[in-house]
Each structure stands twice: as C-alpha cells, then as structure tokens.
C-alpha cells in the first residue's frame, strides 16, 4: 500500500520562499509506474491543481496561477517529489496535498479525480 507523506508548510509573509517534500512509501513498482501532482485548497474553495510531474523522464506541468513561481522536482532514488514556491501571494494561503495518480504511465493530468492516494496534507499561510 502506498503512503505519501507531505511536509514543509508554514507561516510566511508575501514574497518569500517554501519549499514542500511528499515523501512516498510502498511497492516500487506502485509508485514509479504513476505520475504525481501537487493540489491544494484554500478555505471554502474546492481543490485546485497545482503541479504534476512524472517519476521518468523531465515533463512537468503547471497550473497558470503558479506558472513562473513554483518548481515541482523529484529525487526518484529517496521517492520525494518536492514543490519549490518563490514569490509567495497571500492567494497561496490553503492545504497543499500530495496525490499519486490512480493509472499508470499517463499523460500528467490536472484533475483530482484521476488521483486515488493522497496525503495528510500541509499547511501553506502567506501572510501579507
């Protein structure tokens, strides 16, 4: 069964820096087969796509609103996928999720829908 365990979130002010880790656990063959993407959700709002990546190979995916600022990366040897977030708004401020996609060798997808393993999530608070 895979794990995925989020870390890294905080209380920062407008314009500075996180950088959030999604720690996974389980079966190899369960967790390089599928690609991982970062969601979060702000309070009373729904979840909304952050970033996705792949374990193989370099593609990576943005929602607009973080495009320029967030960096989604991976160490496949620690099974770590990590979100870099600079020039932080205080629109960041929600639960930030890690999630592994429940199909195999996929496009990256934005939709929540398409992922079934999720973590505890972290909380992200920019204050302005």
């Known amino acids: 069964q895979v794990q995925l365990v989020e870390s890294g979130g905080g209380l920062v002010q407008a314009g500075d820096s996180l950088r959030l880790s999604c720690a996974a656990s389980?079966?190899?063959?369960?967790?390089?087969?599928?690609?991982m993407a970062w969601f979060r959700q702000a309070p009373g709002k729904g979840r909304e796509f952050v970033a996705a990546?792949?374990?193989?190979?370099?593609?990576?995916f943005y929602a607009d609103s973080v495009k320029g600022r967030f960096t989604i990366s991976k160490v496949a040897a620690e099974l770590t996928v990590y979100l870099q977030m600079n020039s932080l708004k205080p629109e960041d401020t929600a639960v930030y999720y890690c999630?592994?996609?429940?199909?195999?060798?996929?496009?990256?997808?934005?939709?929540?829908?398409?992922?079934?393993?999720w973590g505890q999530g972290t909380q992200v608070t920019v204050s302005s």
């Open positions: 389980g079966r190899s063959s369960s967790i390089y087969n599928y690609g």
């Open positions: 990546i792949n374990w193989i190979g370099e593609k990576t």
């Open positions: 999630a592994r996609r429940s199909r195999q060798f996929g496009v990256l997808d934005s939709r929540s829908y398409e992922y079934d393993v």
